[in-house]
Nanobody
Framework: QVQLVESGGGLVRAGGSLRLSCAASGPPSSMFTIAWFRQAPGRERVFVARIGYSSGSAYYADSVKDRFTISRDNAKNAVILQMNSLKPDETATYYC??????????????????WGQGTQVTVSS
């Protein structure tokens, strides 16, 4: 059983930065893929970034490449999402997810078995 807790959301002006954390309890988070998704009001949950369990390879949605960085903090059993140059249309609830089902697409939310409760990010213009 894995429990995920997100933190670090808040209100920031356009162009600003936030650092989100996804803390995992249970097995070491380095043992499984963890992804970040976001969901704006009235919209679908969409992929933001993910980090692999073995090589730690990082993958990003095109819209956040070169601005967001996903990394592991193994000492805290957490995955960090550093978000820079934030834009107003990135206002959303950000969720982390873990342990995709075998063979499932790693960029789809319904592929993941475990979710955190989400953290709100609001970017003002």
């Amino acid at each position: 059983q894995v429990q995920l807790v997100e933190s670090g959301g808040g209100l920031v002006r356009a162009g600003g930065s936030l650092r989100l954390s996804c803390a995992a309890s249970g097995p070491p988070s380095s043992m499984f893929t963890i992804a970040w998704f976001r969901q704006a009001p009235g919209r679908e949950r969409v992929f933001v970034a993910r980090i692999g369990y073995s090589s730690g390879s990082a993958y990003y949605a095109d819209s956040v490449k070169d601005r967001f960085t996903i990394s592991r903090d193994n000492a805290k059993n957490a995955v960090i999402l550093q978000m820079n140059s934030l834009k107003p249309d990135e206002t959303a609830t950000y969720y982390c997810a873990a342990i995709p089902r075998p063979g499932a697409s790693l960029d789809l939310p319904n592929s993941y078995n475990y979710w955190g409760q989400g953290t709100q990010v609001t970017v003002s213009s």
